[in-house]
């Protein structure tokens, strides 16, 4: 899995991004990634610790600083911020149900030239 486009820390081995403890290296494929959400689990936080090959200084100042980037929330509320930092829910409580109002822009143009459009629902 290649690396988050939101990249707050980085180190030799280790990186913290928007999903959580990235390893720096693309070849293990995101295996030993940590998400956000698991950032608290100090079991899974010891086992990746002692894999072999592992640069422990770095990892320790990784889990350091993406405790300190993401402090612990409930489920519910990581998961909502998780969608938010992904874009896929909009960040204001509540969105407008009022149609907007539709304008015909091509007055004076050649329709061949004009973009194609399509009604998005």
Request: charged letters at 30%; hydrophobic letters at 50%.
């Amino acid at each position: 899995m290649a690396l988050h486009r939101d990249i707050f820390w980085i180190g030799r081995q280790w990186a913290v991004t928007g999903a959580g403890i990235q390893a720096v290296d693309q070849r293990l494929r995101g295996a030993l990634d940590i998400d956000t959400a698991r950032l608290w689990d100090d079991g899974l936080i010891h086992d990746r610790r002692a894999k072999a090959g592992v640069n422990v200084e770095d990892f320790d100042k990784a889990v350091t600083v993406a405790r300190d980037r993401f402090p612990q929330m409930p489920a519910a509320e990581l998961l909502i911020a998780q969608l938010k930092a992904l874009g896929a829910i909009e960040a204001s409580p509540a969105a407008s149900c009022v149609m907007p109002e539709m304008r015909l822009r091509a007055e004076g143009k050649l329709a061949r030239f004009l973009p194609q459009w399509r009604v998005r629902r």
